[in-house]
Structure formats: C-alpha cells, structure tokens
C-alpha cells in the first residue's frame, strides 16, 4: 500500500522536529523545508499528497508560497494546510481564499495535527459542483442543485438561486473551511455587486431555512464557514 506523501514547510527547528516525528509515526513518509523557495522546489519535484505549510517564512511567505501552488497547473490540486500563529487571520481569510483547505493555529497538539491531517487527505480534491445532477444528503437534509430542490426530513424548502448555490457547495465539502471572499467568488461570482457581509446575510436566511439543520453550518470566526463534517469525532 502506498504511504501517503507530506511535504512540511517549516522554519522553526522544534516545530519542525514534532511535525515529522508524530507524521512519520503515523505512517506518512514526510519531506520537509525551512523555507518558501525551498518549499516550492521541492513540492514541485515530488508532488506529495499534501501540503502543510507555515505562514511565516524567511524568503517567500506562505501566502506567496499557497499563491504559486494554486497558480501552477502541476500543483494547484495539492491541499494544502496552513500553519498560523494567533493574530494572523487576516492571513488565514486570503490563504483560504487562494485555495488553502484548512489552517491550524500555534501552539498546537500533536493529536490535533493528525486529525486535521487525516481530515483534509480523506476529502481530496476541491469538487467543481456546477455539474447538473449532484446530490447531497445529509441526515433528513437533500440538497438536489439539478432540480433546484431541498427538502428537510421529506418537507420541500424553498431557496434562492444564491441560497442553493451557497448550500450545495458547502454541502458538498463538508469539514472544508471556507473565506468570506472564497465563497463570494465561487458561489456569487467574481463580478457581483458585494456589499459588505454580503456571505453573512446568506448564511444567516439560509440558516433560518434549515431549522434542525441550521448548525451544520458552522461558522469560523474571523474567517468564514464550512458544513459539519460528519466524520470528524
């Protein structure tokens, strides 16, 4: 069985040693770099599972480093996991926006390192949701965005086109954490009119539609939302 591949980009020799150490005893075969050019050369080269990058890097930030993965055609299918310091959202809000899958905060638990791991490499690609005929069930929640239909234990609910939108792509990615601008772009369209907390105000009516269901869409403070991950423990 092939053991699944994590490239590590990271600066801090601790971290860096923990990382490895408890990924490895996982049973993934773990590379690693100590900065953003090295990183990206050796992301390129080996074209691992998974990503798990640090923000703050000397040479290329992580942004940067997240800005050329989704940019190249070679790597832009490669999730990524971001690796944050408390205080650096406004950085989460644009990584996640440029295709990141997820983002763990320092200090963090091994345990916790693994889990989100685990998570991220078990959803694989990002789905391009805009084919006709995907259907998403969840507990008593259907989501049919061929038919433009939901319904809620048997019930049908009626949606806006931007509420179908907005739930069927969170649906379909459950457990993934979303920007406010990720989701404006993907479910709006980039050359919408958005006025401020545009996403919220969706959320909130699509919320107040859901009923028993309205906390499978979990909101992430300081950075957007995502659906329920039923997997999750």
């Known amino acids: 069985m092939k053991r699944e591949h994590i490239v590590v980009i ?8 923990v990382v490895q150490y408890n990924l490895t005893r996982e049973g993934y075969k773990v590379s690693t770099a100590k900065s953003g050019d090295e990183g990206l050369a050796r992301v390129r080269k080996e074209n691992p599972d998974l990503v798990l990058l ?11 480093v997240c800005r050329r993965l989704q ?6 299918a490669i999730p990524v996991i971001m690796v ?6 406004s ?4 990584g996640l926006a440029l295709g990141a899958d997820d983002y763990i905060t320092k200090p963090f638990s091994p345990k916790e ?9 078990r959803r694989g690609p990002l789905k391009d949701t805009r084919g006709a005929g995907e259907r998403v069930v969840r507990n008593g929640l259907v989501v049919d965005s061929a038919k433009h239909a939901a319904t809620i234990d048997g019930k049908s609910v009626t949606l806006t ?3 179908m939108r907005l739930l069927h792509f969170l649906a379909a990615h459950p457990g993934r954490v979303f920007g406010r601008d990720q989701l404006l772009s993907r479910v709006i369209g980039e050359h919408a009119v958005v006025i401020d907390r545009n996403i919220d105000v969706h959320v909130g009516s699509l919320r107040k539609k859901l ?23």
């Open 71 to 76: 940019a190249d055609a070679v790597t832009a």
């Open 54 to 64: 640090d923000l703050m890097l000397p040479g290329i930030d992580g942004i940067e």
């Open 161 to 163: 086109a931007t509420e």
């Open 91 to 94: 950085d989460v809000v644009t």
């Open 10 to 17: 990271e600066d801090e020799p601790d971290i860096l040693e």
């Open 84 to 89: 944050t310091a408390k205080g650096e959202e």
């Open 211 to 233: 009923g028993p269901y309205r906390d499978l869409i979990e909101t992430v403070r300081g950075v957007g939302y995502r659906f329920a991950d039923e997997t999750a423990s």
């Open 113 to 121: 390192l693994v889990a989100r791991v685990k998570a991220v490499l």
